[in-house]
């Protein structure tokens, strides 16, 4: 039972780090084409704090998978891993108004329903 607040702690800084990066990406704006102006627009982010932050989740998220790895098998405590795609779906759809589709929403009930036959049998 104590493995399950590093699986925790993974999907929630695994979301921060998500969300964090598009909003600071959508303020910056799109990609440009040239190879010397991509490398302007990384630096760019790469010197915000918030991006920052989001790799410092990304980290923080690396530490918290290999305490639940330590406590569960990879093949019980991988499933898991995928609550970050209903969260980012959702706070996507919230936070950034993104469309919710049919498949997106049939999607997310798929990986759900493999998440529930996954976890109980370990």
């Known amino acids: 039972?104590?493995?399950?607040?590093?699986i925790l702690g993974t999907v929630?800084?695994?979301v921060y780090g998500q969300l964090v990066l598009k909003w600071r990406v959508n303020l910056q704006g799109p990609m440009p084409q040239e190879w010397t102006s991509k490398a302007?627009?990384?630096?760019?982010l790469l010197a915000d704090p918030w991006v920052l932050s989001g790799?410092?989740?990304?980290?923080?998220?690396f530490l918290c998978w290999?305490?639940?790895l330590s406590s569960f098998d990879l093949t019980?405590?991988?499933?898991?891993?995928?609550?970050?795609?209903?969260?980012?779906?959702?706070l996507g759809v919230a936070i950034f108004r993104e469309p919710?589709?049919?498949?997106?929403?049939?999607?997310?009930?798929?990986?759900s329903c493999g998440l529930i036959v996954g976890s109980r049998w370990p």
Do not use: C
């Open 55 to 61: 790799l410092g989740a990304a980290f923080l998220a």
């Open 12 to 14: 929630a800084f695994t």
């Open 40 to 44: 302007t627009f990384a630096a760019h």
């Open 1 to 6: 039972m104590n493995g399950y607040p590093y």
């Open 100 to 111: 919710l589709s049919v498949g997106k929403v049939v999607g997310i009930l798929l990986i």
């Open 76 to 90: 019980y405590a991988y499933p898991f891993t995928s609550l970050s795609f209903i969260f980012v779906l959702a």
């Open 66 to 68: 290999m305490g639940a």
